[in-house]
């Protein structure tokens, strides 16, 4: 090991139990504000075990006894002096990581510049760079904020547009640096939903990651290319197509998708943490993502409602963080199921509480037809209300009317035809 590794291994063991006794010491707060920072990013094996303890939930006296560190925390306590240090102490932690893994890294890149290996160079400075954490201790002044806004009229990178006609005119688009949850039940459309935004924004020349934890990216396109020319996904899992449409399938499957070029991302790995999110979102720097759903996320935790209410709050920090929209799906629990009037409300979200205040939008997807007839065959053409319960800057509970053209997977305005884009 370096001399270089040893003194950032020093002292970043000292970071970690000053970052563990604040944490001791204002457990709810830290699991709020720095539960972004991951246990693998410790030195200290102990500490990093107090940490993921307390991350799941374990009260931090237990957490401290079961590691064996309460006697290091507590000799540690007289240096807290605010009871908000984790802050810094979890930033500093992050970055020494970030400088360790590049203090390790560089024995490689010399190898790589001795031979004049230009791709594993490049590989190596990417790597470096879509790792580096955003580390930015200094407050802006309201001057600042100023002339941001000022900067920011001139931009064209303002909100994106769905292209869903009502939706866009309802909100004005959907806004960078702000998270919209649309929830719905099973089977309603959400899924179908955050694809056609997703590849509408793709449409546009903007990057965006599909996290899809409930589908392969396989089942996803299926959906997407089937509604293109118009074929039930069921008559091509039972080989029911022609030679003809199969041809045409695979032809409008790869023209739609060539089309998109890299600004459709498509991320089905399963148990992916916030963590894990957050790195693909500094490294690709997407103006939108949209993870499906929620619930499947893998960060962990003993109550269900801090787990949703901290990856929720993830998706909030990511989206300001790296000025994009993120789009969460979530869905519903069975409360709507239950009363005479199925439209659903804030109440209906599963586990909602930190759902419904870390969201800055919250959109409800409500089908009649999916109530009337239960197991029946969805109609044609499906009368749709996206409900905005709430809009952090407009009028909530405004409903937008829509169609879901349930062949072709595609919503549009009531009255209008499923002209699916396909170039």
């Not at 459309?189 to 793709?202: D, V």
Request: charged share 25%; proline share 3%.
């Amino acid at each position: 090991m370096s001399n270089l590794s040893e003194t950032i291994i020093q002292r970043k063991r000292d970071t970690e139990v000053l970052f563990c006794t604040a944490v001791y010491m204002n457990p709810e707060s830290a699991l709020h504000s720095v539960g972004w920072l991951s246990p693998d990013m410790f030195n200290d094996a102990r500490l990093a075990d107090f940490w993921r303890a307390v991350r799941n939930g374990k009260n931090v006296a237990e957490a401290a006894m079961d590691t064996n560190t309460f006697d290091q925390i507590i000799s540690r306590s007289g240096e807290i002096i605010g009871s908000f240090e984790f802050d810094g102490f979890a930033k500093a932690i992050a970055e020494d990581a970030y400088y360790l893994g590049l203090a390790g890294q560089l024995p490689e890149l010399a190898k790589a510049i001795g031979q004049r290996d230009g791709d594993s160079i490049r590989k190596a400075v990417e790597q470096i760079i879509s790792e580096k954490p955003v580390m930015d201790e200094k407050i802006p002044d309201a001057m600042t904020a100023a002339e941001e806004f000022n900067e920011w009229l001139l931009t064209d990178r303002k909100a994106l547009y769905t292209q869903i006609g009502p939706l866009d005119e309802a909100m004005g688009g959907i806004d960078r640096q702000t998270l919209t949850l649309i929830a719905a039940r099973p089977s309603m459309g959400k899924s179908t939903l955050g694809l056609q935004i997703a590849r509408n924004f793709a449409r546009q020349g903007q990057k965006v990651i599909f996290f899809s934890f409930e589908m392969s990216r396989r089942q996803l396109w299926a959906r997407a290319a089937c509604g293109m020319v118009g074929v039930s996904i069921k008559r091509v899992r039972s080989n029911a197509l022609t030679e003809d449409q199969v041809d045409n399938l695979r032809r409008v499957s790869h023209e739609v998708a060539s089309s998109y070029g890299d600004n459709l991302l498509i991320d089905d790995r399963t148990g992916q943490t916030s963590d894990q999110i957050w790195a693909k979102v500094a490294r690709y720097k997407p103006d939108a993502i949209i993870v499906d759903h929620t619930s499947l996320v893998g960060d962990t935790d003993a109550n269900e409602v801090r787990r949703l209410g901290r990856i929720s709050w993830a998706g909030k920090r990511m989206a300001k963080e790296f000025n994009c929209a993120a789009i969460y799906l979530q869905q519903l629990n069975r409360g709507t199921e239950n009363r005479d009037n199925k439209r659903p409300g804030m109440a209906d979200l599963r586990d909602s509480g930190e759902l419904e205040q870390n969201a800055d939008n919250v959109i409800f997807i409500y089908r009649d037809d999916y109530y009337a007839i239960p197991n029946a065959t969805p109609p044609a053409i499906s009368d749709t209300e996206l409900i905005i319960a709430k809009f952090r800057d407009g009028v909530r509970n405004i409903n937008v009317n829509l169609h879901f053209h349930t062949l072709n997977q595609w919503f549009t305005k009531r009255g209008e035809q499923a002209n699916v884009p396909q170039m």
